[in-house]
């Protein structure tokens, strides 16, 4: 069955440094997403991405995040500074046209230290 | 408007019984309704959707109904089995809107079954 794989599982970093998260949706899907759980807390929308630009963006994504889809396959979040309150699992998802096989990957537990 | 409301919050049920978990939501423009589970350290995996056009959908042991001039739905797991245990999420979206994809979730029911 085909999967949305993310990398790292688990990221520790310190505040005010830079992270990518990285996301590898399934080969055939159009549409991509950002989500963010803080632990124990439900699921967040931050941003979704078609057509090679954002589609939309949450009041969460600020200044400091940002999304890029470098290539053909990979699909990025850079949190530019991270702060403590960032800390939580991050999510990425993708489906294909009417929200067919919408699928999330296993996630990215980002810890800010 | 961009609510969706679960509940209970946890739940016991014996193996064997009938789980029951509700959603209930306010923006009418919602046309899609998945739940989720989800087991701890795991992304959310797609257990069933409903359009709002079926008032049921069933796959195997997972029923939703669905109830759209009361703006609920709801899952039911018959036969609940210990491996059933996670957090279920209910979510919903709007396919053709400004917002298209982006899922709105409840804030999730954590479900045990004990043996």
Known sequence: ?113 | QQQVKQSPQSLIVQKGGISIINCAYENTAFDYFPWYQQFPGKGPALLIAIRPDVSEKKEGRFTISFNKSAKQFSLHIMDSQPGDSATYFCAASNRYGGSQGNLIFGKGTKLSVKP
């Open chain 1, 1 to 113: 069955e085909p999967e949305v794989t993310q990398t790292p599982s688990h990221q520790v970093t310190q505040m005010g440094q830079e992270v990518i998260l990285r996301c590898v949706p399934i080969s055939n899907h159009l549409y991509f997403y950002w989500y963010r759980q803080i632990l124990g807390q439900k699921v967040e929308f931050l941003v979704s991405f078609y057509n090679n630009e954002i589609s939309e963006k949450s009041e969460i994504f600020d200044d400091q995040f940002s999304v890029e889809r470098p290539d053909g396959s990979n699909f990025t979040l850079k949190i530019r500074s991270t702060k403590l309150e960032d800390s939580a699992m991050y999510f990425c998802a993708s489906h294909d046209r009417n929200l067919y096989g919408y699928t999330f990957g296993s996630g990215t537990r980002l810890t800010v230290v």
